[in-house]
């Protein structure tokens, strides 16, 4: 009855192991510690990296608790896996704020649009300049579409040179990425920002910045001046108001 026992939960063992790889069960990617390192010996590296060789688990484990850090395997394919003495919980809380940090700089690079026509008059040339300007400041790339009419199509060299001038007039912000091609009725060009998009974000932080320090400036100089006027005013001596006697001529008999 043992044998048939012991049979039948190899079995099943069998069969629970290959349930969970078929099935694609969740797999930790979690290092073993302390107790659930199963090895006869490690290769030790201490708390700061130095290489203390090759230590019984026992031992380890034994300098891990004297020093309340934790065992950890962190190269477990190697003969023997080598395992390092530090504060797990601090070393898994350090990682996850990277990863914070690093998905919050993440640079997230938007295309924005701007469509010309090719008999643009310079007022909207020079408003549509003036927003590509600001979307490429922003770190953003713009894609600048002309639209042709009618017999404005056999005029391509026409939507090339409105192009290349755009591009000459914005290239303190922008470059061309994508030069000017045709497409069907339409031609365009792919402007890329000259600076990344956390370069973008931190100077039009320091222009807000600036421009609100520049208007607290100025009112304070306002209500300065403004207290300097009140301030004359009330100190000037008060005429005496002249009435109807004032005019009177002296020499008058009434």
Known sequence: MGVWASACAGAFCCWQQHTNSSTGGPISTEPRINDRIRVPEVRLVGPNGEQVGIVRVEDALRL??????????????????????????KFKYEAAQKVRDARKNQQNVTTKEMKLRLKIDQHDYETKKGHVVRFLKAGDKVKITIMFRGREQSRPELGMDLLRRLADDVAEFGFVESSPKQDGRNMLMVLGPTKKKT????????????????????????????????????????????????????????
């Not at 006027?229 to 005429?239: E, F, M, V």
């Open 64 to 89: 891990a608790a004297e020093n309340d850090l934790d065992l950890v395997e962190v190269a477990p394919q190697a003969r023997p896996p080598v395992a390092k003495l530090m504060d797990y919980g």
């Open 199 to 254: 370069e973008a974000k931190v100077d039009l932080a320091a222009d807000r910045e600036a421009r609100m320090a520049a208007r607290k400036e100025n009112a304070e100089l306002d209500r300065a001046a403004e207290a300097q006027l009140r301030a004359a005013a009330q100190s000037a001596p008060h005429k005496k108001k002249r009435g109807p006697a004032d005019n009177m001529d002296p020499d008058v008999d009434l």
